[in-house]
């Protein structure tokens, strides 16, 4: 699976996830409204995925990645004839190996 995106939507999803409202992400306290928005996700992985959203929107503009600059999103990497489950970390750490 893979996907292209624009660099602007890792910051778009974190403002998205971490919308969470008052003590939300804070507490174990009964889930706001707004975790509507991904069912199926428990408090501990909505403030995992605010984090990493988080994290990578700020690497790309660190980068200096324009937020219109096209990106390929991938849910699985070959490397060296070996398959591995992709992580954005993955992803970097095999590019600088390539370098």
Not at 43 to 47: F, G, K, N, Q, Y
Not at 54 to 58: E, S
């Given at each position: 699976y893979s996907q292209t995106i624009?660099?602007?939507v890792f910051a778009e999803q974190a403002d998205r996830a971490c919308s969470v409202t008052g003590s939300g992400l804070n507490t174990n306290s009964a889930p706001?409204?707004?975790m509507l928005e991904f069912p199926g996700l428990s408090?501990?992985?909505?403030?995992w995925l605010c984090f990493d959203l988080?994290?990578?929107?700020?690497l790309l503009q660190a980068l200096g990645m324009a937020e219109s600059q096209e990106l390929l999103v991938v849910k699985k990497i070959q490397y060296h004839s070996l398959n591995f489950e992709a992580s954005w970390a993955l992803g970097v750490a095999i590019g600088q190996l390539n370098k």
């Open positions: 624009r660099a602007a706001p409204k707004s408090m501990e992985r909505l403030r988080t994290f990578q929107a700020r």
